[in-house]
Every structure is written in structure tokens, then in C-alpha cells.
């Protein structure tokens, strides 16, 4: 069955440090989002990425956060440094041409100290 | 600004009734209108999908329809199980866009 896989799922740190989180989208799929998750302001597109190429990435920080894809099988999210606001959970996901429907994984759980 | 709108926020319902959930859009260029399902510790994960060019889609017990003229669309859920007990997120999304557009979501409790 396949799936999308993050790592890691919980992450626990100090506001300051650098935080890593990786995708491994479906095997296939060339389109590949990253989302935020918070009570307040839920789902929240974050980037996106086709053929591993930035499509949009207006949702996020420019100045802390970035979004990049080393390889057809793995898409990166940093945030260089890390703030307490940035606690929330991240998820990955991935989708064929066109995008949709959109495959999730079941996030990384950040918590910023 | 919210693209998509839900309602309700929480929604508690008996065992074997029917649940509702609605979803408004104002961007007349979304063309697909997917229903997502979350469960605690969870990705969302995706249950049924609509496009405008029908009023009414079902799958099993869930069934969404489909109101054009209104901007509208809401999911139903036939009778309602305890496993149906999740959080529900309505979406959108554009003509050759790959982004969607979420809603607030919705807290299903399904009672025994």
C-alpha cells in the first residue's frame, strides 16, 4: 500500500536551533505539497513542488523557512532558527500531475521551546 | 481571507443518524471539491471528490452534493457509526491549480 513518509513524527526543541523535517512522497508521484497545522489557523499550504521544481511557496516565511527537493524521492522543509510560533504539525504530501488527489503522510509534530 | 468556508465547527450525532456538513466557496474557478477525513495523530486522508459537472456523488455511506448555483456543497453521512468519529475538512481547488484550499473543519462524535 502506498504512502507518504515523514520523519520524523515528533520533534522537540529549543527556539533557536534548526529543525529538518523529510518527505519521502509516493513512488510516481511528481507533484509534492507541505502543509502547517495549527488549531488556529488549520491547513495551511505552505510550498509545492512539480518535476522537483518550486511552484509556489508564497506560503511560507521566506526569511526562516525553505523547501527543496535533493531528489525525486525526498522533499525537505528547515526552518533556520526555529521560534516557539512554529509549533504545529507539518505534513507532506504528494499527488500525480495535476496535483490531485492529494496523498498525505501523517506529519511531524514540531514543538519549539 | 477563508476561500472555503465550514460549518459546523463540531457535530455530535447519534448512532445509525445521518450527519451534515457544509462547505461554501466564493472563487468561481474551483472545479474540484474534494472531502477529506482526519483521524487523531493522522494525516487527512481523502474519503469522496466532486466536480461541478454533477449535483450529487456516492460512495457507500458518505455522499456529497453539489449546488452550483449557490456556491455550496455538503457532505452526508448515512448512518453514522462510532468510526466515523473524526475530524472532516472540505476543500477546493482551481482549473489547472494543484493547490487546495481548506476549510476550518468539522469534529464529528458519533455516540453509541
Known amino acids: 500500500d502506498a504512502r507518504v513518509t515523514q520523519t520524523p513524527r515528533h520533534k522537540v526543541t529549543e527556539m533557536g536551533q534548526e529543525v529538518t523535517m523529510r518527505c519521502q512522497p509516493i513512488?510516481?508521484?511528481?507533484?509534492v505539497f507541505w502543509y502547517r497545522q495549527t488549531m488556529m489557523q488549520g491547513l495551511e499550504l505552505l510550498a509545492y513542488f512539480r518535476n522537483r521544481a518550486p511552484l509556489d511557496d508564497s506560503g511560507m516565511p521566506k526569511d526562516r523557512f525553505s523547501a527543496e527537493m535533493p531528489d525525486a524521492t525526498l522533499a525537505t522543509l528547515k526552518i533556520q532558527p526555529s521560534e516557539p510560533r512554529d509549533s504545529a504539525v507539518y505534513f507532506c504530501?504528494?499527488?500525480?500531475?495535476?496535483?490531485?488527489?492529494?496523498?498525505f503522510g501523517d506529519g511531524t509534530r514540531l514543538s519549539i521551546l | 481571507q477563508q476561500q472555503v468556508k465550514q460549518s459546523p465547527q463540531s457535530l455530535i450525532v447519534q448512532k445509525g443518524g445521518i450527519s451534515i456538513i457544509n462547505c461554501a466557496y466564493e472563487n468561481t474557478a474551483f472545479d474540484y471539491f474534494p472531502w477529506y477525513q482526519q483521524f487523531p495523530g493522522k494525516g487527512p486522508a481523502l474519503l469522496i471528490a466532486i466536480r461541478p459537472d454533477v449535483s450529487e456523488k456516492k460512495e457507500g455511506r458518505f455522499t456529497i452534493s453539489f449546488n452550483k448555483s449557490a456556491k455550496q456543497f455538503s457532505l452526508h453521512i448515512m448512518d453514522s457509526q462510532p468510526g466515523d468519529s473524526a475530524t472532516y475538512f472540505c476543500a477546493a481547488s482551481g482549473t489547472g491549480a494543484n493547490n487546495l484550499f481548506f476549510g476550518t473543519g468539522t469534529r464529528l462524535t458519533v455516540i453509541p
Open positions: 513512488l510516481g508521484h511528481n507533484t
Open positions: 504530501a504528494s499527488g500525480l500531475e495535476g496535483g490531485q488527489p492529494q496523498h
